[in-house]
């Protein structure tokens, strides 16, 4: 279970076996049905999830009520509303299991104590946050700069394999686009799946 975590963090930090075996005694093991919500817009985020297997999807409801998906988590990715998270603020995100699937969660009690007794874990944490924020400036650029046809091929390459387990909704709210729209650029390219 916690070896998926272990290869995770050792792309940014080293720790021996005993400042590991620290490190994920403070996860708890958490199951989550298809469709069962793990963070609803309004509640505050108290963790940070490191998903072992499943897909989530990371959204909020624009000003006109539809859905806007920021990202997909799969294996070996991480879920949280950070604003809500360090700024105790009420979230404007949901969160919401797309397969059923399970996560290492840490609570933000949890972490605050690990970052005072190993500040490789603050280390860590940062550069992961430092890693999110490039990620997500990106995909700022992708939505406000590029096509759609453009930003659908990106989301092939960024999600292979994803897209069959998706609704065409569910692309089609990664893509800022319609449904009907998605439809028409997959009918427009000869892609190879």
Known sequence: MFNLLYKNISQYITLSEEEFNQFSNSFQLKSFKKKEIVLKEGDYCLFEGFVLNGCFKVYYLNEDGFEQTLYFAE??????????????????????????????????????????????????????????????????????????????????????????????????SYLGITHEFLSKIRKRMPLEK
Do not use: H
Request: hydrophobic content about 40%.
């Open 75 to 172: 294996k070996d990715w991480w879920i949280t509303d950070i604003d809500s998270l360090i700024n105790s603020a009420p979230s404007i995100l949901n969160i919401e299991a797309l397969l059923n699937s399970e996560v290492l969660m840490i609570s933000k009690k949890d972490k605050d104590k690990l970052y005072e007794t190993m500040p490789q874990i603050e280390k860590l944490f940062r550069i992961m946050n430092q890693r999110s924020t490039v990620a997500l400036q990106r995909r700022i650029l992708s939505l406000t700069g590029k096509r759609a046809d453009k930003r659908y091929l990106e989301f092939l390459q960024k999600y292979p394999g994803l897209e069959q387990k998706l609704t065409q909704q569910q692309v089609a």
